[in-house]
Every structure is written in structure tokens, then in C-alpha cells.
């Protein structure tokens, strides 16, 4: 590692545990949905939350994020395996360091595949193939894909990304991204090869919903 950059993810991790890990709170009370940040220290701000942890910036190191578990949630030793699994890779983070209910990541930058359909920015069938790609690979590795869908998959430039590797180390079956990309190509395509435009949010969360029931009745 070069000493600049050795420097900066020293200085920021100080940062973490003298300023950030003191002065956020982070709620989970529902497993299948995203935690609450109930407190935030400044300048610190809000990337992200999923159903176990919050993704966190600071704006003068716009290079990293801090994911942070909430409180009671398991999975931190599982994910930081799976980013040891993955090494490097374009498709995917990597995870710098590892501390107490926290992960130091590299900062994925894009608009996930859910903002883009939310603000009418079309997603290419070259994101879709990027994501096959990268799961392809991430099997090779020993792991399986779980629990990507179109909140932990975003688009950078035209290309895929996956920003959710938390639960790669599960071993049941999860058919979520092929239920995604047969909406994509069954729905989505017809439709955004002649008119792309914004779905509301309220939409696109009972969409959510409505398939999570859907899914836990069909398993």
C-alpha cells in the first residue's frame, strides 16, 4: 500500500473510533427491514442502511465507507470473510480494515439499479451482464450469491456493480437476481426501450413488499 493512502485510512480510522463509533446510534427492529440511524455525528453522513447496517461517509475521505452493524445484529466475521474470499475485483468493494461492529470499505460510487427505476435513468443490458459476471466469479471463490436484488446492485458508468456481499456465505438457494432479471427482461425492457420514466417510491415499495410475501409463501 502506498504511504499516502496508508495514511489517510490511518488518520480516518482514528476518526472512526474516537468520532464515529461514540456518537452514532443505529436501530434495528425488524430483520427484513433497513436499520434506523437515529444519531449522527457531524460531518459524518448517511450513504446507505440495509436490514443489519449502515453505510457511512465522511466528506473528506470520499474514497471509503464505514459500515456499521447494528447493535445486536450478526454477520460482520461472515461478511469480512466474504471480502477476504473476494480479494479484488472490479465488480465488487473491498474491506480495508475490520474493528469493533464495523467495516472499513472502499466506496462504491453510482446509483443503485432501485434509484435509478425510482428516478427514470435507464439501466443497460450491459449492468445485467456485469452482474452474472461478478456472481460468476464470486462462485468460484466458494461463495453463493444471496440476497442480490436491485438495492445491493448499482450502476456506475454504464456498468454493474454489487455493493452487498453480506450474506455470500449462506448456502440455501436464493433466486432473487434471476427473479429480478426476469422482471428486467419481461417488463422492463419492453417498456424502457420506449419510454423510460420515474416510478414513485411508494410504488416501488409495495413492489417490495408484495414480493417479499410472495417469496416466503412460494419457500
Aim: hydrophobic share 35%.
Amino acid at each position: 500500500m502506498e504511504p499516502q493512502r496508508e495514511d489517510r485510512l490511518n488518520q480516518l480510522l482514528e476518526l472512526v473510533n474516537s468520532d464515529l463509533l461514540t456518537g452514532v446510534s443505529i436501530r434495528s427492529m425488524d430483520p427484513h427491514e433497513p436499520v434506523e440511524i437515529l444519531r449522527l455525528p457531524q460531518p459524518w453522513n448517511k450513504l446507505g442502511t440495509g436490514n443489519y447496517a449502515a453505510v457511512l461517509g465522511h466528506p473528506e475521505y470520499m474514497e471509503y465507507a464505514v459500515k456499521v452493524y447494528a447493535p445486536g445484529r450478526p454477520g460482520i466475521e461472515e461478511e469480512g470473510e466474504v471480502y477476504r474470499r473476494l480479494g479484488q475485483h472490479p465488480s465488487f468493494s473491498e474491506c480495508y480494515a475490520a474493528g469493533a461492529g464495523y467495516l472499513l470499505l472502499k466506496r462504491l460510487q453510482g446509483t443503485t439499479f432501485y434509484d435509478c427505476i425510482q428516478r427514470g435513468i435507464p439501466i443497460p443490458v450491459q449492468a445485467i451482464a456485469d452482474i452474472d459476471q461478478a456472481l460468476a466469479y464470486a462462485r468460484t471463490c466458494g461463495l453463493s450469491p444471496h440476497d442480490v436484488h436491485a438495492k445491493n446492485v448499482m450502476l456506475q458508468n454504464g456498468h454493474g456493480l454489487i455493493v452487498d456481499v453480506s450474506d455470500f456465505l449462506k448456502t440455501e438457494d436464493c433466486g432473487m437476481w434471476e427473479d429480478f432479471k426476469q422482471a428486467y427482461e419481461r417488463l422492463y425492457r419492453p417498456i424502457a426501450s420506449r419510454w423510460v420514466f420515474p416510478v414513485p417510491r411508494f410504488v416501488l415499495e409495495g413492489v417490495r413488499r408484495g414480493y417479499r410475501l410472495w417469496r416466503r409463501r412460494k419457500s
